[in-house]
């Protein structure tokens, strides 16, 4: 009506608009785990790359020494040995847990009876005490009375020729291979099975009317299709073989002499076991740092470029 005022519009809510506030609800379930990272993971490792360069035993004032930790590596014997060992633990642990478990899935994959019995004893020294299955380990490969040796006794092996596995200079490192594969391969399995599961069963049904085998399938349809997983698979294999710890301390004490001393064992005795040297220790841990960055981009790379 005419002279009547218009209304006046509603005055804007206060407070944040929707979309911070969704953005703060999201951070907030982030932020325990941010926090928890930064505390117990990013934190030290920043602590440790500046003691590399510095002399610390943990009770007099650190010393900044520059470079000479990681001049000293160079004449370090111990130091020398764990370097190699760890590579060929790696060398040796990778392909073969790759090939086994990618068999064991192929295997378990198929229609055959007792399958989830036998998936679930594949998987349970995964799941199974470190301590327990190390003894057990042990105790099958003990060089005097362990099942092993008494059969390749039984099979015409002269007593003097008996492998002594653990307690060997020779054989100790491949008696630590063989655990880590046995060990592991069962959860490695299951990422194969659920990659197998995820391949498209029409491109074997193609090929084999085509006149393919079984082999010419898995070769170059079944295992074209895995590659993502397969990926995956080295990439954390490979990582964990050269974070290796459990498995020497629990078999080898990283003996005998220095045969299955590694990296990450080596930096637990000189910042632990000996006269504590944190720097030391930490120069170590950049070097196995450095390492692994390398591998892991090479093979980053190496993937690209097959894509």
């Known amino acids: 009506m005419p002279g009547t005022a218009a209304p006046a519009k509603a005055a804007p809510k206060k407070g944040m608009n929707k979309s911070l506030r969704e953005s703060l609800i999201a951070y907030s379930f982030i932020a325990p785990n941010f926090i928890g990272f930064c505390i117990i993971t990013l934190v030290p490792m920043v602590i440790s790359i500046g003691l ?12 900044f020494i520059g470079l000479q930790n990681f001049l000293d590596l160079l004449k370090d014997d111990t130091f020398k040995a764990s370097f190699v060992n760890t590579i060929v633990y790696t060398v040796g642990t990778v392909p073969l847990t790759l090939v086994c478990s990618l068999g064991l899935a ?5 229609k055959v009876k007792f399958r989830n019995f036998f998936r ?5 020294p995964y799941v199974a005490s470190l301590v327990a299955v190390a003894a057990v380990w042990n105790m099958i490969f003990n060089p005097a009375m362990g099942p092993v040796n008494q059969l390749l006794s039984m099979l015409g092996v002269a007593q003097q020729d008996l492998p002594r596995w653990a307690a060997g200079r020779d054989t100790a490192m491949i008696t ?10 069962g959860y490695y399995m299951v990422i194969y099975l659920a990659g197998l599961q995820g391949t498209n069963l029409e491109l074997n049904e193609a090929a084999e009317l085509d006149g393919a085998n079984k082999w010419q399938i898995f070769w170059h349809v079944t295992l074209p299709q895995l590659r993502p997983t397969t990926f995956f698979v080295i990439i954390m294999l490979t990582i964990n073989s050269f974070k290796v710890y459990d498995q020497m301390y629990m078999i ?9 001393m590694t990296l990450v064992y080596d930096i637990y005795n000189v910042a632990f076991v000996n ?7 930490s ?12 591998v892991t981009l090479v093979q980053f790379r190496g993937s690209a470029a097959n894509e």
Not at 120 to 124: L, N, P
Not at 283 to 294: E, K, R, T
Request: a negative charge.
């Open 52 to 63: 590399a360069f510095c002399d610390w035993d943990g009770v007099h004032p650190v010393e």
């Open 106 to 110: 192929i295997l378990l994959n198929q």
């Open 120 to 124: 679930t004893v594949s998987f349970f």
């Open 176 to 185: 630590v291979i063989l655990f880590s594969v046995w060990k592991n391969m």
């Open 252 to 260: 080898t004490q990283g003996g005998p002499g220095n045969a299955t």
């Open 275 to 281: 006269t504590p040297r944190y720097g030391y220790a």
């Open 283 to 294: 120069a170590i841990s950049m070097v196995l740092f450095i390492l692994v960055l390398i």
